[in-house]
T-cell receptor, first 114, second 112 residues
Framework: KNQVEQSPQSLIILEGKNCTLQ??????????LRWYKQDTGRGPVSLTI???SENTKSNGRYTATLDADTKQSSLHITASQLSDSASYIC?????????????WGLGTSLAVNP | NAGVTQTPKFQVLKTGQSMTLQCAQD?????MSWYRQDPGMGLRLIHY???????DQGEVPNGYNVSRSTTEDFPLRLLSAAPSQTSVYFC???????????FGSGTRLTVV
């Protein structure tokens, strides 16, 4: 069964600290892996997209890694800010070139406290 | 550049009523889609379109209709609202390929 599992479910950190969110998937055939940030009451916003041949992608203080062999990805947030408080969703695309088959994880809820 | 605009932001319907959720994008994206987001579940695809005049079903299409007469607009119609359709609905667009989706701000629908 095609699944995307994220851990932890929720996380609380202090402002300025780093954190890493995990994503394991069993989607096949694999096309790409995406990370989205979703603020409360808003739509998801794309952070990174990686294909099979990419093992790291950065977007400002966000760095995503991909290990296609172990089917794992991580999102590292550096020097966290209060505005990083949100849900972070891992999404895996299935079938090369097919945008329509996206398997969505349930997200990790991150709270950054002052 | 407005991106993806959804209206209304909130709506309460009685069981059996019909309504249309509006979605418009100004980025000339060919691909548009509708998702619903429910607690404890990942986003689920309702319907999608790869261009004007072309639509197809996603994983949860029952009870919903769509049309795509222009590149810009992709309305979602609820034919006869049911309490199970209480959810947050998101419209998204993309140029296609390996580009990310741009989402609207969502419509929170309650069916009583």
């Amino acid at each position: 069964k095609n699944q995307v599992e994220q851990s932890p479910q929720s996380l609380i950190i202090l402002e300025g600290k780093n954190c890493t969110l995990q994503c394991n998937y069993t989607v096949s055939p694999f096309s790409n892996l995406r990370w989205y940030k979703q603020d409360t009451g808003r739509g998801p916003v794309s952070l990174t997209i990686m294909t099979f041949s990419e093992n790291t992608k950065s977007n400002g203080r966000y760095t995503a890694t991909l290990d296609a062999d172990t089917k794992q990805s991580s999102l590292h947030i550096t020097a966290s800010q209060l505005s990083d408080s949100a849900s972070y969703i891992c999404v895996v695309g299935q079938n090369a070139g097919n945008n329509r088959k996206l398997i969505w994880g349930l997200g990790t809820s991150l709270a950054v406290n002052p | 550049n407005a991106g993806v605009t959804q209206t209304p932001k909130f709506q309460v319907l009685k069981t059996g009523q019909s309504m249309t959720l509006q979605c418009a994008q100004d980025m000339n994206h060919e691909y548009m889609s509708w998702y619903r987001q429910d607690p404890g579940m990942g986003l689920r695809l309702i319907h999608y379109s790869v261009g004007a005049g072309i639509t197809d079903q996603g994983e949860v299409p029952n009870g919903y209709n769509v049309s795509r007469s222009t590149t810009e607009d992709f309305p979602l119609r609820l034919l006869s609202a049911a309490p199970s359709q209480t959810s947050v609905y998101f419209c998204a667009s993309s140029p296609g390929g390996r580009y990310g989706y741009t989402f609207g701000s969502g419509t929170r629908l309650t069916v009583v």
